[in-house]
C-alpha cells in the first residue's frame, strides 16, 4: 500500500494536493477524479452518527439519523470505569459510521472537564486524566475495527465555552503535561489514532491549528503521530502558518495515506 501511495503522491499536482486537504462540502474533503481518489467524508459523533446534511448548508437529508444507534454520551460510558464496554460503543460508532459511507468520525472528545457550566461536557469523559487514557483507547480500538479513523479531539486544553474561539490558554508545563496531554499521548501511542483535531482556542498565544509547540514539537516530534491532523470547524485562521507548523504532516505517507488509500478502499 505505501508504494501505491508513494506512486499516487508523485502523480498528484500541487492543485490537487491542496483540494484534497481542504474542506470541499460539509463534512468532506475535494475528490482527485483524474486519479479515482474520492473525497473523504466524515460525521460528526460521538453519540451516534450525525444525520446527513446538503453539501453547502446544515439543511438535514431526510431523517437518516434514524438508521443509526443512539450511544451514550462518553461522560456516561466513562462513568462505568469499564473499557470493554468503552471499547463496545466505538465499535458500534465506527460500524455504523463504515455502514454510512463515512471515512472518518469526529469522536472522541476527550477535553477534561475544568469548568461545569461547558456546554460540552457531555462530549468529554472525565475530569480525571488517568480515567481518560483508559477509556480513549478502548473507544478508539474499536472505532478503527471498521477500518473507519477515529478523529480525538480537540487538542489541546479547549475546556471552556466563554470565548471558546479566542480565549488564550497560559499555562503551565506541569499542568499541561499532567493533566490536559495525557488523554492525546495515549491515543497516539496506545490507542493508534489515525486522525486528531485541533482546538478553537489559542495556547500561549497561539491558536491550536497553528501551533508549532502543539502540532510539531510534541505532537509529531516527541510522540511520533504520522496521522492527519483535521481544524475544528472555521479555527483555522492562517492557512500558511498551519502549513508551516505542520510541515511533517504534509511529507507523512500515513497522513497521505489516511486520504488516498483509506478513502479509495472504502468504495
Not at 480500538?141 to 479531539?153: F, H, L, N, P
Not at 498565544?205 to 509529531?220: D, F, T, V, Y
Request: neutral net charge.
Amino acid at each position: 500500500m505505501n508504494e501505491k501511495i508513494e506512486a499516487l503522491l508523485g502523480e498528484l499536482t500541487l492543485e490537487e494536493k491542496i483540494r484534497m486537504i481542504h474542506g470541499d462540502g460539509l463534512f468532506r474533503s475535494g475528490d482527485v477524479k483524474r486519479l479515482g481518489i474520492p473525497a473523504l467524508r466524515m460525521s460528526d459523533g460521538p453519540m451516534g452518527v450525525r444525520h446527513e446534511f446538503h453539501n453547502a448548508d446544515w439543511t438535514p437529508v431526510g431523517y437518516s439519523d434514524d438508521y443509526v444507534t443512539y450511544l451514550p454520551s462518553n461522560s456516561a460510558v466513562a462513568a462505568t470505569w469499564n473499557r470493554d464496554l468503552a471499547r463496545s460503543s466505538g465499535r458500534v460508532l465506527g460500524e455504523e459510521a463504515r455502514g454510512r459511507g463515512k471515512d472518518v468520525i469526529l469522536a472522541p472528545g476527550i477535553n477534561i472537564k475544568r469548568v461545569p457550566v461547558c456546554g460540552r461536557n457531555f462530549e468529554y469523559m472525565s475530569e480525571d486524566p488517568y480515567l481518560t487514557v483508559q477509556m480513549v483507547v478502548s473507544m478508539i480500538q474499536g472505532i478503527q475495527e471498521s477500518d473507519v479513523a477515529a478523529c480525538v479531539k480537540h487538542f489541546a486544553v479547549n475546556s471552556q465555552e466563554t470565548e471558546r474561539v479566542w480565549v488564550n490558554v497560559e499555562i503551565d508545563e506541569r499542568t499541561l503535561r499532567e493533566i490536559y496531554l495525557p488523554g492525546f499521548e495515549a491515543a497516539v501511542k496506545e490507542g493508534g489514532t489515525y486522525s486528531l483535531m485541533g482546538g478553537y482556542n489559542l495556547v500561549r498565544g497561539i491558536h491550536c491549528c497553528e501551533n508549532q509547540m502543539l502540532l510539531q514539537k510534541i505532537l509529531r516530534e516527541e510522540w511520533g503521530f504520522d496521522g492527519a491532523v483535521i481544524t475544528d470547524w472555521g479555527a483555522l485562521h492562517d492557512t500558511k502558518a498551519a502549513a508551516r507548523r505542520s510541515r511533517r504532516c504534509m511529507r507523512s505517507r500515513r497522513s497521505w495515506g489516511l486520504r488516498v488509500s483509506l478513502a479509495a478502499t472504502v468504495r
